[in-house]
């Protein structure tokens, strides 16, 4: 088992530009997440996705996009990147005893 | 007021010494606690998980959860160089919404030889 797998692991863009951070679980969990970490702080959830066909607003959401592609992955969607988007982006899963299994993160750095 | 207040590091603790971590919440309804580790430039991943008033025990990990007061900690007991980490409270609800955790900003420890 791969467990959580994101990609890729850094990226950098331009103000304006866009991308998609891709994610997939090979532990057929129903539920994923996506965070972002910025430096000294905790993790601030910008959607999640409770099963497959559902995506919700997390604390977080504006200037992002999300989809559900199937059960195994979520993706994330900058359309048009900010410096204040500059972060670590943390995308995890769930089994229903709330125990997240994160992947190793994307550091995405806008200029 | 933050939703989930950590005390602010950094902790520094000798090798051997027990390692207090602290975290209060301010919703009550909240029936959920973790605390995860995270080493520098890595993921979190989960060491503990409380639900109910009381110490819950794993090795040389002890959670402890007062809901009356609003209060979760971490002991860590024969802290080693490997406990270096920072560490992160996490406390959220249960059943439909379950996952949707507010994290704290995190305590970074430091356990010197």
């Known amino acids: 088992n791969a467990g959580v797998t994101q990609t890729p692991k850094f990226q950098v863009l331009k103000t304006g530009q866009s991308m998609t951070l891709q994610c997939a ?68 899963s769930r089994i229903t005893d709330n125990t997240q299994y994160f992947g190793p993160g994307t550091r995405l750095t806008v200029l | ?52 008033n009381g110490d819950k025990e794993d090795g040389r990990f002890t959670a402890q959860l007062n809901k009356a007061s609003q209060y979760v900690s971490l002991l860590i007991r024969d802290s080693q160089p490997s406990d270096s980490a920072t560490y992160l409270c996490a406390v959220g609800p249960i059943g439909t919404n379950a996952g949707k955790s507010t994290f704290g900003d995190g305590t970074t420890l430091t356990v010197k030889p």
């Open chain 2, 1 to 52: 007021q933050k939703e989930v207040e950590q005390n602010s590091g950094p902790l520094s603790v000798p090798e051997g010494a027990i390692a207090s971590l602290n975290c209060t919440y301010s919703d009550r309804v909240s029936q959920s606690f973790f605390w995860y580790r995270q080493y520098s430039g890595k993921s979190p991943e989960l060491i503990m998980s409380i639900y109910s």
């Open chain 1, 25 to 92: 679980q090979d532990m057929n969990h129903n539920s994923m997440y996506w965070y972002r970490q910025d430096p000294g702080m905790g993790l601030r959830l910008i959607y999640y996705s409770a099963s497959e066909g559902t995506t919700d607003k997390g604390e977080v959401p504006n200037g992002y996009n999300v989809s559900r592609l199937n059960k195994r992955e979520f993706s994330l969607r900058l359309e048009s990147a900010a410096p204040s988007q500059t972060s670590v982006y943390f995308c995890a």
